[in-house]
């Protein structure tokens, strides 16, 4: 049997787990896949550790056992489905649940007891990717770029690969140019956190509250003129920044929710189709992955600002959107057991390559 590796993501949108199982000895291979909701309390529990509040260790301690716990019921249940036991994995990769994201101070924090992860699986645990690469000087993200290459790399088309979760990013794969990529502003973050807020929807389902709405465009103007837009790369970002708090400020009251919703849908597809025109001259095919690629509406607005590339969705090259990320998370597991770098420095921004991860042996 080949080595076989778990992948597990859980990203910005607070969703839930993603987890893959994988080998990686003949290139890349999704073997097995389960995705787990999370339960509401913890989502709560989660979504209130994004901003300052009272007791925050203690409050995150208890969240960071409770999703080890989480990650270990998904494990199960994707060990379960491909008929494999604990002994049959390497490792896991689990990157964890961001809770700040603060390069510019020097850290970064993605929330997991990985020591009872380990204890509870009965397997190898590697975490805390990115605080190596923040060491290095780097941004500690976007790190999937690595794998991108790895797995969607052409020698004869210039391709970016986006992932739209709750911040959006792009890996630029020029055929024989280095690699490069970084955030470009925020994915699905302010649609969901809006929509919920006004409906009580934990997401705008194929985009289409939005598309019945119309552009504001003087809130527009407003958010496209943040500073982040202007920055060049590297660079990365996260809730700490993009917020619903964030956003309002630039509404002065005569907005109905659902044109504000459409606006801050077309943020997130100008974001992305202007660091692409801005950052990858030349560009022959966009391939999306993560929640966005399922709104249609998204999706068709990335096709009218991206004339002349083909924009789908990476299924068209052999991986659904859905496991790209919990696949990448298997890919730098492997990595870390083998001492090689899983970061990419004109990526980041860091020093140099990396050897990424803290090991929680079984």
Request: some cysteine; proline content about 6%.
């Amino acid at each position: 049997m080949p080595r076989l590796f778990i992948g597990l993501m859980s990203g910005t949108s607070l969703d839930g787990i993603d987890a893959v199982a994988a080998a990686f000895d003949d290139g890349p291979q999704l073997l097995h896949s389960h995705y787990q909701a999370f339960e509401p309390p913890l989502r709560e529990a989660l979504l209130a550790l994004q901003a300052p509040g009272s007791d925050e260790i203690h409050r995150a301690a208890i969240a960071a056992n409770q999703l080890a716990h989480a990650y270990a019921s998904a494990v199960r249940l994707l060990l379960n489905h491909a008929s494999l036991e604990a002994r049959d994995i390497e490792a896991i990769g689990c990157h964890g649940q961001t809770i700040r994201h603060r390069p510019d101070a020097g850290y970064t924090t993605q929330l997991v007891n990985a020591a009872l992860l380990a204890e509870l699986s009965g397997i190898t645990v590697i975490n805390d990717f990115r605080s190596r690469d923040i060491a290095a000087g780097g941004q500690g993200a976007p790190l999937v770029p690595a794998f991108h290459h790895q797995m969607f790399h052409a020698p004869a088309e210039h391709r970016v690969i986006v992932n739209i979760g709750g911040i959006a990013n792009i890996t630029n794969l020029p055929p024989t140019s280095p690699v490069t990529g970084f955030d470009c502003g925020p994915g699905n973050t302010l649609m969901d956190a809006w929509i919920n807020a006004h409906l009580g929807h934990t997401y705008d389902e194929n985009g289409a509250w939005a598309a019945g709405g119309s552009l504001c465009s003087h809130v527009y103007k407003q958010l496209i003129k943040d500073k982040f837009f202007l920055q060049m790369p590297p660079k990365s970002t996260g809730r700490d920044h993009f917020h619903l708090d964030w956003a309002r400020r630039a509404l002065i009251g005569t907005e109905t929710p659902q044109d504000v919703q459409a606006t801050l849908l077309e943020l997130t597809a100008q974001g992305i189709a202007q660091a692409i025109d801005k950052y990858c001259s030349g560009v022959q095919a966009v391939f999306v992955c993560g929640g966005g690629a399922h709104n249609p509406t998204l999706m068709t607005r990335l096709t009218l600002l991206l004339p002349g590339r083909r924009v789908a969705n990476t299924a068209a090259l052999g991986v659904s959107a859905d496991w790209v990320e919990a696949l990448a998370f298997a890919w730098l597991a492997r990595q870390t057991l083998l001492r090689q770098p899983g970061n990419v420095p004109t990526v980041t921004g860091a020093k140099g390559a990396r050897v990424l991860g803290a090991i929680y042996p079984a």
